[in-house]
């Protein structure tokens, strides 16, 4: 499975953006997906995980209530809804399909850069 993100640019703080990541390869539809972002020196971080079915999802604490992860199937994409954006929220964002449902994960797209100005 080959994963690209893209959505990602220049917002002003408290605004939104959506990222898409689109499966290409194989269906993407029996694989669990998730959000990463990695900031200018610091590591990469979890955001936020969501099941195959679209069913059960997770967030870490520093985007919950402000981002939304979602996918569609049907159209082997996933989605992260980014609001109330943040200056510190701006990192390279990436996303990543597990090995199966509760895998590892194991794919991983390039990642699209967002900067939330001040």
């Known amino acids: 499975v080959q994963l690209q993100a893209s959505g990602g640019g220049l917002v002003q703080a408290g605004g939104s953006l959506r990222l898409s990541c689109a499966a290409s390869?194989?269906?993407?539809?029996?694989?669990?997906m998730g959000w990463f972002r990695q900031a200018p020196g610091k590591e990469r971080e979890f955001l936020a995980r969501?099941?195959?079915?679209?069913?059960?999802?997770y967030y870490t604490d520093s985007v919950k209530g402000r981002f939304t992860i979602s996918r569609d199937n049907a159209k082997n994409t996933g989605y992260l809804q980014m609001n109330s954006l943040k200056p510190e929220d701006t990192a390279v964002y990436y996303c990543?399909?597990?090995?199966?449902?509760?895998?590892?994960?194991?794919?991983w797209g390039q990642g699209t850069l967002v900067t939330v100005s001040s």
């Open positions: 390869g194989r269906t993407f539809r029996t694989n669990g």
């Open positions: 969501l099941s195959s079915n679209g069913v059960n999802k």
């Open positions: 990543a399909g597990q090995d199966g449902d509760y895998g590892p994960y194991k794919y």
